[in-house]
């Protein structure tokens, strides 16, 4: 399966994959938020929300400023 990650083409095993599974295999931790196909996700739903070939996924983290 192959999806865009952050704008980077990322190859993955297996024909889908749930974004909780993504995230835990790409090492990201908490504190961000997800969307899929430019719809952001409930973290809620991370679980049951499956990526399939072809996808767009943007993992972004809260930038603080001043």
């Known amino acids: 399966m192959i999806i865009s ?6 190859e993955f095993k297996g024909e889908h994959i749930s974004i909780k599974e993504l995230l835990e295999e790409m090492s990201y931790s908490k504190g961000i938020a997800v ?22 996924l943007d993992i972004l983290s809260p930038v603080q400023g001043g």
Do not use: P, Q, S, W
């Open 5 to 10: 990650v952050n704008g980077e083409i990322k």
């Open 35 to 56: 969307a899929l196909n430019e719809t952001f996700v409930l973290k809620t739903k991370y679980k049951e929300t499956i990526i399939k070939d072809g996808d767009r």
